[in-house]
């Protein structure tokens, strides 16, 4: 604790606040900088073309106004010392040298960064990033003056100066355009530098911290004066849940004053995560994920004074004031009260419950959202009555999304301390059933806070018993269900792993010519291959057949077995057909835990199938000595490199558990459905035929793909190169394994001896004829069988 500070006869109790500050603005502008020089640098890879064309032009018009061109270099070349130079002394004697320090630092950095960071690319690491920022000249890549003259513009914060700011970006363009017609720096490289100059210069504010202008309790002390509030004593005391300061305020007539003062530099603290949720979450919500301080001081103090003309028993809100530019406060009447948190759960009696459910009516009524329903929102007086605080994460004038969502995260808090059971009686005797049937389908984990979150991770069964206990009270009710995910994270995984598999398709497209491709291609092996992909489709069928022992007709289920290919452009290879078979099932009339556990039957015997023909095809092939493909050594590598995953998966309990629960969801009722088809030798025939022609009939359609480009492997070889292929595939997020499946056939068949033009070719007729070429066919028989009512 630092030494109490006196502002007249009022001594502030409060540690001594740090000179220097780590501002999480500066942290926030470093990532974006470094997000958008990432954007850029893809932009131009892949607008090459438009750039040396724009280039071009640039350079002819600058060669018609030469003038111009010399003019520009000489004030830019001067302007681009000189002004920085000027700041630098209006600075200094204004006794703010220590700014000037932090802009050199940045400088210093700046240059020796461009310069290594040059070096490298010069050296041939990223070639086609180093031609794109030289234009192939004998020139920087980064610009190392302009480097360091961006990162001190930035480490300085000139941009705060209006006068400078313009001063000192025109002289940077004027800078660049005298070196870009002089054909010293090109349009990317100069982007790229001054991206990187910001960059340098929001990490050097970042890293050495800024000045604290934070002001002090005497300063709050003294804008609580100005609002005619008598105070006799101040004292510092927790910080709130978003980092506010707050302090105990005495006052002169006896009554106390508790003020949370709002800094500036902390607006954007939590920014990440609230523009994850707000992109993330449908809740209707009206907030802004970036928040100027005085917007924050009107939202609660406005939510505040509708809290108390609802009637709710809220801290009343007595004075609100900004303390000059960098803070602002609010003060409420103080209440001694403890948190929710702290009372003991034996204590929360029916009684006590029935009161926060009514004071949540209160506010419900007249359409305010607390948004903060959990145990320190919730407080106690001394008589024990409810007070609700936190207003500042309230709304007012809110949709029935958000005030469904109060209910819900209220109900699922007071469940995880009283049980489901006596949080929903008590919430039905005060809300009425009805409110309730409105929010059970907002009972998910992503409408709940981040604490209540964590709480019912480890209490898995709280949900599931609200909504039993909702459902028992109101069983006739049907509510729509609610999506809140616009996206889930698994999403952007697929997204990002298809951007990949796209880049890397797209790279190998660029190495072969498709119309060698079609034109030099054996047809008879081509015909043979497509029949063979033909006959998978019709294999899946007869598997799936297989596997229930109710009768399903047999060219519907091919089609099917089409319609999801169709699916799998945008769905995994592992998700789609499951997905698509477990429908066809049900509309046929079979319950879902048996058309789940008859699918997941044909998956696990897909499984086996696929485990033990690998391993026969790799024991064949280690033991041919004629075979050109000998993956004895690579076998063993690769059987243990898998066995080395799973035992590391299976090490880590979070992903066990996550995996058992999965398994045990999808085979769980599995065994029964075996039994039921052991019964009958002739679905024992039709599952066992069909497993084993769906593998056989790909591995065929690849061995006359290799052939129709002149390859010559064993057919033990193919069959070994793709069952792996294909379990990588299948384990890839990409639709269709798009991506990971192209990557490891091609990869297999050059390690197996083929020629890496050639291998490319027979996969990307192999992948033309299995995935894509079914495509059509599969979107007409989803469509049909959509029409007809099978899907």
Known sequence: MGEPRADTDVYVVEPLLPQRLRRPSDLLRFFATLVVLGAVVLLTLVAKQTLIGLEADVKEGAELVPLLSRVAAFLGGAAVLVVPTAFAVERVFHRDGLRVAEGLIAAIVGMAGSFLLGQWLVAGNVEDLR??????????????????????????????????????????????????????????????????????????????????????????????????????????????????????????????????????????????????????????????????????????????????????????????????????????????????????????????????????????????????????????????????????????????????????????????????????????????????????????????????????????????????????????????????????????????????????????????????????????????????????????????????????????????????????????????GVAINTRYLQKRGISPASAVASVGASQLIMLVFHIALLLLFAYITGSNTATSFTPSRGLVLALLAVAVAVVGVLGVPPLRRMITSRMRRLFGNVLPRLLDVLQSPRKMIEAGAGTLMITMAFVVCLDACVAAFGGSLSFTAVAVVYLTANAIGSAAPTPGGLGAVEGALALGLTVAGLPAELATSAVLLHRLLTFWLPVLPGWASFTYLQRHEAL
């Open 131 to 576: 031609v794109l920022l030289t234009g192939n000249r004998d020139i920087e890549p980064l610009n190392t003056l302009l480097t360091s003259v961006v990162a001190y513009t930035t480490a300085v914060r000139i941009s705060r100066r209006p006068t400078w700011r313009m001063l000192m970006w025109t002289t940077i363009a004027l800078y660049i355009l005298a070196f870009f017609s002089g054909r010293q720096i090109t349009i990317p490289s100069a982007i790229v530098t001054v991206l990187v100059g910001m960059a340098i210069g929001y990490a050097t504010l970042y890293g050495v911290g800024s000045p604290n202008t934070r002001p002090p309790g005497s300063a709050v002390v003294a804008a609580l004066r100005k609002l005619s509030f008598q105070v006799v004593s101040a004292r510092r005391i927790e910080d709130d849940h978003q980092g506010s300061r707050r302090y105990a305020v005495g006052l002169k007539d006896g009554t106390s004053l508790d003020v949370t003062v709002l800094d500036r530099d902390r607006q954007v603290a939590g920014l990440p995560y609230r523009l994850w949720r707000r992109i993330r979450l449908n809740s209707e919500t009206r907030r802004r994920a970036i928040r100027s301080l005085r917007a924050e001081l009107e939202r609660e103090a406005l939510m505040a004074y509708a809290g108390q003309a609802a009637g709710a028993s809220t801290p009343r809100l007595l004075g609100t004031s900004e303390i000059g530019t960098e803070a602002a406060l609010l003060a409420y009447e103080h209440i001694e009260t403890r948190p929710l948190d702290e009372v003991p759960d034996n204590e929360i009696d029916d009684a006590l419950l029935h009161q926060i459910w009514e004071q949540v009516e209160l506010l419900q009524i007249q359409r305010l959202a607390h948004r903060r329903l959990t145990g320190d929102g919730i407080h106690l007086d001394r008589a024990g009555r409810v007070v609700l605080t936190d207003a500042r994460s309230g709304e007012i004038a809110a949709g029935d999304l958000l005030l469904r969502i109060d209910v819900a995260q209220l109900l699922t808090y007071l469940a995880l301390r009283v049980g489901p059971e006596r949080s929903v009686r008590a919430a039905a005797a005060v809300m009425g059933p009805d409110a309730l049937a409105a929010a059970m389908p907002l009972l998910q984990r992503i409408a709940l806070t981040r604490e209540t979150r964590a709480a019912v991770g480890k209490a898995k069964k709280i949900l599931p018993g609200i909504r039993e206990q909702i459902v028992a009270l109101k069983p006739q009710g049907k509510v729509e269900e609610v999506r809140l995910e616009r996206f889930r994270p698994r999403t952007l995984v697929t997204i990002i792993a298809s951007a990949l598999a796209a880049y890397f398709l797209l790279s190998q497209l660029s190495q072969v010519n498709i119309y060698e491709v079609v034109t030099t291609a054996n047809w008879a092996w081509s015909v043979l291959a497509l029949a063979a992909s033909f006959v998978s489709f019709v294999a899946a069928a007869l598997m799936l057949r297989g596997f229930v022992p109710e009768p399903l007709p047999l060219w519907r289920t091919v089609l099917v077995q089409f319609a999801s290919s169709f699916v799998k452009l945008v769905a995994p290879a592992a998700v789609g």
